[in-house]
């Protein structure tokens, strides 16, 4: 789905590396190329068990940095599927589908 804005947007499921059948979808998901990683909601994320792997830092578009935790899921879009790096997004956040995502799901 294309906004007035031109920004394409897409629904993702995500799931824990271990249980990809326990899936949990998200609708609405911006899909950025300009973002390296893909930004899940930390709620998503832990429901799911997914835990924790190291802490990173990012740089907004506005200049920001922000340290957010990284760990690794499936996702699932437009009938593919792809093992990637997630951030745990916090509240606030964007929800992104990024370029290693993007590329992951070819």
Known sequence: ???DMGIFRTTVAVAHLARPHDRRS?????????????????????ELGVER??????ETADGRVLERDVAFAMLYA???STASAVVFAERGD?????????KGLN
Not at 94 to 102: E, F, Q
Request: net charge negative.
């Open 26 to 46: 998200l609708d609405n998901v911006m899909v950025d190329t300009g973002s390296e990683y893909n930004w899940i909601p930390r709620t998503v994320l832990e």
């Open 78 to 80: 437009g009938g593919r």
């Open 94 to 102: 964007l929800v992104l589908l990024g370029a290693h995502g993007l």
């Open 53 to 58: 792997q190291r802490l990173d830092r990012f």
């Open 1 to 3: 789905m294309i906004d």
